[in-house]
């Protein structure tokens, strides 16, 4: 019982916190540039890019997996509806990402040991048809990069199920102490800030001089990576957000329809 009073009292503070939070700082917009863009952007034009583009990017959580990592994790930790309040109000790009990161991370106080028995215990969820999309980007020779706000110590070994080489997964590595307890994660990593994404897609166009650059995913933030990317696919098998919807030229709800628009074009 008292366990009980003390997790709801918990989780209501995190949500009043949460929503006061949100009233008192502005709305992020859609970046101007990115609404320019994706408006002029026609859907034939959009599935032209992709029949031809040089490299695809993917946001991992809800997009080549079904689940929400930093929720999953959280509930692992007795943490969960707090942290999912959270989570919610970093999508929406309402709040920096770094702080609902932080802020997330610090409720869920995970130690080392804690971590390896979740990836054991709670191996992530591919998307339906993700690794026939993948694989045959592989096979056409097309380089596959994973660009997430989410935990490096996730994302690389499920990088790897799809043939991924870890040079290619952009996300956030949590640190540990010597005694296993969390240490906060690495603030080098570009896309544990907002911005991120786009940091990367403009890191990786500037190395490899790819022209034609897809990032697909089901949030704000992989949205506004375009440009520099060439193009933005918004996915909604998992979960869908309206202002993605709204604003994606070409919005689907299943990897089979992007791979069923390469193999047309073969
Ligand atoms: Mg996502």
Redesign the pocket.
């Known amino acids: 019982m008292r366990y009980w009073l003390m997790t709801s009292l918990f989780t209501f503070c995190a949500f009043y916190h949460v929503q006061m939070f949100n009233k008192i700082l502005p709305r992020t917009k859609m970046p101007t540039n990115t609404r320019k863009y994706l408006d002029t952007l026609t859907k034939d034009q959009l599935k032209e890019i992709w029949r031809t583009a040089d490299a695809v990017c993917f ?5 080549i997996v079904q689940e ?1 990592g930093i929720d999953e994790l959280a509930e692992f930790c007795g943490v969960g509806e707090a942290v999912k309040q959270w989570t919610i109000q970093a999508m929406g790009g309402n709040i920096r990402f770094r702080t609902a990161l932080e802020t997330r991370l610090n409720m869920c106080n995970l130690t080392l040991e804690q971590l390896e028995r979740y990836k054991k215990e709670k191996p992530l969820t591919l998307t339906a048809g993700i690794k026939e999309l993948i694989g045959h980007l592989h096979s056409e020779k097309i380089p596959v990069f994973l660009i997430s706000g989410g935990f490096r110590q996730l994302n690389v070994p499920l990088a790897h199920r799809l043939n991924i080489p870890s040079e290619n997964v952009f996300s956030v590595e949590l640190l540990f102490d010597s005694d296993g307890r969390y240490h906060g994660f690495n603030k080098n990593n570009p896309t544990s800030d907002s911005g991120g994404k786009t940091k990367v897609v403009h890191r990786l166009k500037d190395k490899y001089g790819f022209k034609r650059l897809i990032m697909i ?3 704000a933030t ?1 949205m506004e990576t375009c440009p520099p990317a060439d193009g933005f696919i918004g996915f909604g098998g998992n979960v869908i957000r309206d202002k993605v919807r709204e604003h994606s030229p070409w919005f689907v709800t299943s990897f089979q329809e992007l791979l069923d628009e390469l193999k047309v074009s073969n």
Not at 59 to 63: A, C, E, L, N
């Open positions: 946001d991992v959580d809800s997009t929400e995913g089901d949030g992989d």
